[in-house]
């Protein structure tokens, strides 16, 4: 585990080393020579034998490359300064000195460079204040680690006395840090622009180039005004004018003229010194100004950016928000707290028929039905759990027609200065779509219902013969007895009886049956449940009877009645039945016997179930039973249960198989009471 | 008309009730039974008559029956009655030793027709049996020798060459043919040999 954390750090760091070899010596080599150029350039004098200055950039450039390509630069690093202690004969530096003094920069500011990426992850494009303050926090409190380490090796050295040290490393450390606040910004800002280059256009180019000269002038002459007098007291009393050219140009520009501006006025404030050739105390103490004018220029103008940032994003917000409500399908308006219309989109105006002007302003209650009124969206859209909860409801627009709508209420705002989005969204599409749904499956319960009953042709065809060929044996009967001398009136007419009655029966069956397979759409009625199983079990009771399988019926008394398509109920019922039948007659066991029965499952449903004494449902089958096209039987299309179910799903119901075992299965399905269930506990108010 | 009773078995009791209505129109005697097994129980293998009963029926069917008729060794002649799709198991219940079968709707000309028939086959058969029957006691208390002539004289040889192959005399095998004549009850030798015959298919 300590593994894997060390990976997961140091990874990262070293990610610079995998570079091409190539590019990475020629940014090495790159470094090292304006390392060398800038130590050269902006060398002042020696202090007691050290060659600090007061304005010292190459830590800047060195914090720079490390904190853009990576902790793999380390040898660059430490070859920089070692070489410029020996190249640059400024003083003369023992080769062990310079190069322990080279190690102690470089640790300095990898340290700070790893703190600043990897542990306090700042963005080195600086788009936002904090990263440049902990930048410009860390970079200072290297630049002290590095100024006091380095004059301590010279010390030890003996190329410094001990009771200069203090004085030595406390300029080094201004020299480091303003080196490093001055120029890391300026150069991370200026590759941020670099890799996302804007020209200016039109008019404002030619505007932002004089106020650019302006600005530059101003600089200018802040330091004339300054250093003019070429006194010590004026400079330093005038020397806060310099905050205002910064200021200005920070305020404007943001960050990135802010970040040249300083560079600008450190260089034009050294050159002011060199050339008027200050005192080391006094040039310190105004490197210490400078600092605070960098620190100040840079984290206001830092502030701006990222204010101008977050006003572009908020801009490109409500531009996208815009588009999106533009091209939205679904109609989108909102509202204050006093019901008035603020603002609506294209699909508003397409749905009410209306502009966007004869809307805003308008009471919402105008638009939308009176049930739906102002008071009742408001406190849907408060209730949290209603929130972005739907409701269907149909809208009547201006001319007269109506149009079924899914309204959705949502709320945003401040506590007592609340609005209230309305999405409303036209399904009439939707509502075809289910009505042909419903016809549709309604037209395959009717294929099916044919199907079952062609499943049963053998055995009502049998059922039809025998009152058929009762009738016929009547009648020849008869004949035969009008054929004779003396017919005995009697035996005619218990004959002629007898056809009545058994044409009767023959009628019954076929009525039913044609009932049954009726191409009927789904019409529901409230039926008592005796009724639908007595339909079913009517029919099922015919090939019952020729296997000589026993039906049991059990209907609870006192049930509610149920809403129901009665054909359909009655196929489902019938379809259980007759798959009952089957498995009890495939399994050769001694008792054939159905059961049939009807309960309240609770106060508002009843359950109907249907168990028989076969083998139950083979368990490779169980899973999907209800699935369209699964069968076991030869010449079965699969489709009783899955058809079984949608029935019962759309009457708000279930169907499922409740107990499978080897002395049977059980299935039952549930239908919603139409009123109130009667449990035998209660009593019944006559 | 026919001795005999027709035993009509079928489970629904409309068309039970009809059949019985027409065969009792057209003079016959009937008995109904709503199931096989109740018609097993309560028939005895000497009522005189005829079966009509439905093919498909449930717990017993049939073809069941017409088995069970055979185990028992009962030759009362079955007529089936087919509906529709039954037609296969008709022909099985005819090789079975079925009488006949007619299909529904049922034509009544037909089915009487079946039902004289039947009770005619079952006239005939039991007249025969019983004639038979008093052949058999009548052949009992024949010697040896007479079975033996008896034989040789059913195959139609003169009594010459009897005597020859019995080694005996001819005035022997004369006497013993009188006797035969007189134990079977014959008259003529031609009755006698048709006797013989009718004895000697019987056997197995």
Redesign the interface.
């Known amino acids: 585990m300590v593994e894997g954390m060390m990976g997961r750090i140091i990874a990262p760091m070293l990610r610079g080393r995998l570079r091409p070899p190539w590019s990475g010596l020629a940014t090495a080599a790159g470094y090292v020579v304006v390392y060398l150029a800038l130590d050269r350039v902006s060398f002042l004098w020696a202090l007691h034998g050290v060659d600090v200055t007061p304005w010292n950039p190459p830590p800047g450039l060195t914090l720079t490359l490390l904190l853009v390509k990576g902790l793999g630069y380390g040898p660059a690093i430490v070859l920089a300064p070692l070489l410029s202690s020996q190249l640059l004969p400024l003083v003369h530096v023992p080769p062990l000195v310079g190069l322990a003094s080279a190690l102690v920069i470089a640790s300095g500011y990898m340290g700070a460079a790893a703190i600043l990426r990897y542990a306090l992850q700042i963005d080195i494009r600086l788009w936002r204040a904090r990263d440049l303050a902990l930048l410009i926090i860390v970079a200072t409190g290297a630049a002290g680690f590095v100024s006091f380490g380095f004059v301590a090796i010279y010390a030890l050295a003996g190329l410094v006395q001990w009771t200069d040290s203090v004085e030595v490393a406390v300029q080094l450390w201004i020299g480091d840090a303003i080196g490093v606040v001055v120029l890391t910004p300026a150069l991370l800002v200026a590759r941020d622009r670099f890799r996302h280059v804007r020209l200016p256009q039109g008019p404002s180019f030619w505007l932002g180039a004089l106020e650019t000269l302006a600005q530059l002038a101003s600089i200018a002459i802040c330091l004339l005004v300054i250093f003019g007098f070429n006194h010590e007291r004026y400079s330093f009393q005038l020397f806060y004018l310099l905050f205002l050219p910064v200021v200005w140009i920070a305020a404007r520009r943001g960050l990135g003229g802010a970040s040249w501006a300083v560079l600008l006025v450190q260089i034009g404030l050294i050159a002011a010194l060199e050339f008027q050739d200050k005192s080391p105390e006094i040039t310190r103490t105004f490197q210490l100004l400078m600092f605070a004018v960098a620190a100040t220029g840079l984290m206001l103008g830092a502030v701006v950016s990222e204010r101008q940032r977050v006003s572009r994003a908020l801009s490109d917000s409500q531009g996208r928000l815009r588009a999106i409500l533009d091209t939205a399908r679904d109609g989108v308006l909102t509202i204050d707290n006093s019901g008035k219309i603020e603002s609506v989109n294209p699909a508003i105006e397409l749905l009410f028929g209306l502009p966007a002007r004869l809307l805003v302003g308008r009471p919402v209650s105008d638009l939308l039905p009176a049930v739906h009124a102002f008071e009742r969206l408001i406190s849907t859209a408060r209730a949290p759990l209603m929130r972005g909860a739907r409701e269907e409801l149909d809208l009547r627009r201006t001319d007269g027609s109506v149009v079924p709508i899914e309204l959705t209420v949502g709320q945003f705002g401040d506590p007592g200065d609340e609005h209230y989005t309305l999405v409303i969204r036209d399904i009439s599409q939707r509502r075809q779509a289910e009505a042909s749904a419903r016809a549709h499956q309604s037209e395959l319960a009717h294929v099916s219902r044919v199907s079952l009953a062609g499943g049963m042709a053998s055995a009502l065809a049998h059922e039809l013969n025998q009152p058929l060929t009762a009738i016929a044996a009547y009648g020849r009967g008869c004949l035969r007895l009008l054929r004779q001398r003396a017919p005995e009136p009697l035996l005619m007419k218990e004959g002629v009886g007898q056809i009545v009655e058994q044409a009767e029966r023959a009628g019954d069956i076929i009525s039913r049956l044609r009932e049954f397979v009726t191409a009927g759409t789904a019409q529901r009625s409230v039926v008592s449940v005796e009724t639908l199983v007595e339909g079913a079990v009517a029919l099922a009771q015919i090939e019952a009877t020729q296997n000589g399988v026993e039906i049991r019926v059990h209907v609870a008394p006192n049930l509610p009645r149920v809403l129901a398509d009665r054909i359909q109920i009655e196929q489902v019922l019938l379809n259980l039945l007759r798959n009952g039948m089957e498995a009890v007659l495939s399994s050769g066991a001694s008792e054939r016997l159905l059961s049939v029965e009807a309960r309240a499952a609770s106060s508002q449903a009843i359950e109907v179930s249907v168990a028989d004494t076969g083998p139950g449902v083979a368990k490779e089958l169980k899973d999907r039973l209800f699935e369209p096209f699964v069968t076991t039987k030869p010449l079965g299309m699969g489709l009783g249960l899955s058809i079984s179910r949608s029935i019962i799903e759309a009457h708000e119901g279930q169907l499922r198989l409740i107990s499978n075992a080897d002395a049977g299965a059980v299935f039952a399905f549930d239908l919603p009471a139409y009123g109130p269930v009667c449990t035998p506990g209660t009593t019944r108010h006559a | 008309m026919r001795d005999g009773t027709v035993f009509v078995v079928d489970d ?1 009791e ?2 039970r ?3 019985r ?2 065969l ?3 003079g016959h005697t009937v008995e109904v039974f709503p199931s096989a097994s109740a018609f097993l129980e309560s028939y005895e293998p000497d009522q005189r008559g005829c079966l009509v009963l439905d093919i ?1 029926m ?2 017993m069917t049939g073809l069941d029956l017409q088995n069970e008729l055979n185990a028992r060794g009962w030759r009362i002649p079955a007529i089936f ?1 087919t ?3 039954t037609v296969p198991i008709a022909i099985a219940a005819m090789k079975a030793g079925a009488f006949d079968f007619i299909e ?5 000309e037909a089915l009487l027709e079946s039902v004289e028939r039947a009770l005619g086959w079952d006239q005939t058969t039991r007249e025969q049996h019983l004639e038979l029957t008093a052949l058999k006691t009548r052949a009992a208390v024949l010697t040896p020798r007479e079975r033996e002539v008896l034989e040789m004289v059913a195959t139609g040889e003169p009594n010459k060459i009897i005597a020859r192959r019995l080694g005996i005399s001819f005035r022997t095998v004369e006497l013993h043919r009188s006797h035969i004549l007189e134990k079977m009850g014959a008259h003529t030798i031609s009755e006698l040999i048709r006797i013989a015959i009718l004895l000697q298919q019987d056997k197995p």
Do not use: S, W
């Open positions: 629904d409309a068309v009730r009809a059949l209505f027409l009792h129109t057209a498909r449930p717990h009655i509906g529709h799709g529904k709707p049922l034509r009544d």
